[in-house]
């Protein structure tokens, strides 16, 4: 009796800590079958040359929006540097950059953190963080932003500055923020508002997630010019709503070495055509800013979307991709983010280059893949050293 209890209270009390709405069953997933990624018989100049712009202008029409033309060149001006951070193992080196190119507009605080071992220039990392750069290393030396009142280090678990520099790789890092606050405020602040006024917006009209890849891709103009970095093995990262923007601007942005996307779900990697977890109505609902007006619509009409997550992932290729998943994040839906891992496959075959090859999904805590590479890790919705351990071996096998 008490164990029933227990288990009453110890099941319901797991329910209520789920997002309202939340359908993890199996066996609720629709059938579908998935958009093709290329018509039989197409060759690898075909889809070079045609069909990859194809399929990224219906992503950008239908579902992140269009970057409006920006006149304005942006600007960047080195700040702080620190020659023996982390005991000298490490240089920081503190970067603005004004997305515009004036004092006014909206500025990327970029952290540069390179290991003093290095010989020349090396392949770095480049994220953006939720908080703000102080608290992805509990360091007195990095400049506060972004949340200043979050903790120093709060996040440095998910950041694993110590691990990726005795690597003798870099970190590059900007709070999100800076190019486009997360809110729903009708696209009046950050950078949406600084090129365009927001009454010359339409359907396509870029959303944030539009707006945090740009801003990536501003970030990387300057690391090409920035001589500790190798501009050509500059490998985008994100988790969560920022591992969507990763595969954003990993699609837009072939300057990108390589992408990583943790725990992207809905929106990212996941299959939307799987509705399982988080789905396009809810994202839609809770979230309207970071896509553009065209893909409210699709909400609990997946079929109709012009293509599926899977499509998003090909858009890498040759390039190595890694999405990872984490086994209790099934708002996430960790399968349909294998699904697509999956499924993006073809094109890198096209390609002449091995993708996935993998069929089956792999158990918990087991990385597979070659130039696609996937695992779920055990554990909640998060980044931890188990992740980075895997694409520090990615950088080390497919980058370096
Ligand atoms: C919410 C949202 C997800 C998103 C996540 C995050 O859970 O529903 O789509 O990935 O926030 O960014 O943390």
Not at 122 to 140: D, E, M, Q, R, W
Not at 372 to 379: E, K, P, T
Request: glycine share 10%; hydrophobic share 40%.
């Amino acid at each position: 009796m008490r164990f029933l209890l227990l288990f009453i209270l110890t099941l319901s009390s797991y329910l209520m800590a789920l997002p309202p709405g939340l359908h993890t069953a199996e066996s609720k997933v629709p059938d579908f079958e998935l958009p093709v990624l290329f018509p039989e018989g197409t060759s690898a100049a075909e889809w070079n040359d045609d069909l990859r712009a194809e399929t990224l202008t219906l992503f950008e029409k239908e579902m992140f929006g269009r970057v409006p033309a920006i006149s304005r060149k942006a600007s960047a001006k080195l700040g702080k540097k620190v020659p023996d951070f982390l005991n000298r193992k490490a240089v920081l080196q503190e970067v603005v950059v004004s997305l515009v190119g004036t004092e006014e507009g909206p500025k990327l605080n970029l952290l540069i953190i390179t290991p003093s071992s290095a010989k020349g220039p090396i392949p770095v990392f480049l994220g953006l963080n939720f908080k703000g750069n102080h608290t992805i290393h509990a360091s007195k030396e990095i400049t506060v932003g972004g949340k200043s009142q979050v903790a120093r280090g709060e996040r440095a678990g998910r950041w694993q500055v110590e691990k990726i520099i005795e690597r003798g790789y870099g970190l590059v890092t900007a709070f999100y923020g800076d190019i486009d606050l997360d809110k729903n405020d009708g696209f009046k602040d950050g950078i949406h508002g600084a090129v365009e006024s927001s009454d010359k917006r339409d359907g396509s009209s870029w959303g944030s997630i539009a707006a945090w890849v740009w801003g990536l891709s501003r970030g990387l103009d300057f690391l090409e010019t920035y001589e500790p970095v190798d501009g050509s093995k500059v490998v985008v990262f994100g988790h969560s709503r920022l591992g969507k923007t990763s595969l954003w601007a990993g699609a837009t942005d072939e300057r990108f070495a390589g992408v990583i996307s943790n725990n992207s779900g809905c929106g990212g990697a996941a299959l939307s055509r799987r509705a399982f977890g988080e789905t396009v109505g809810r994202i839609n609902e809770s979230f309207p800013h970071w896509f553009c007006k065209n893909f409210h619509a699709y909400g609990k009409r997946e079929k109709e979307l012009p293509f599926d997550q899977h499509q998003l992932v090909a858009l890498m290729a040759p390039r190595p991709v890694y999405i990872a998943s984490a086994q209790d994040d099934q708002w996430a839906d960790p399968k349909g983010e294998f699904l697509s891992a999956k499924h993006a496959d073809p094109v890198y075959r096209l390609l002449g280059k091995d993708g996935l090859d993998q069929e089956e999904m792999p158990k918990v805590d087991q990385p597979v893949g070659k130039k696609i590479r996937y695992h779920m890790r055990s554990g909640k919705h998060d980044v931890k050293a188990y992740d980075w351990d895997q694409y520090l071996r990615m950088m080390d096998e497919l980058i370096r």
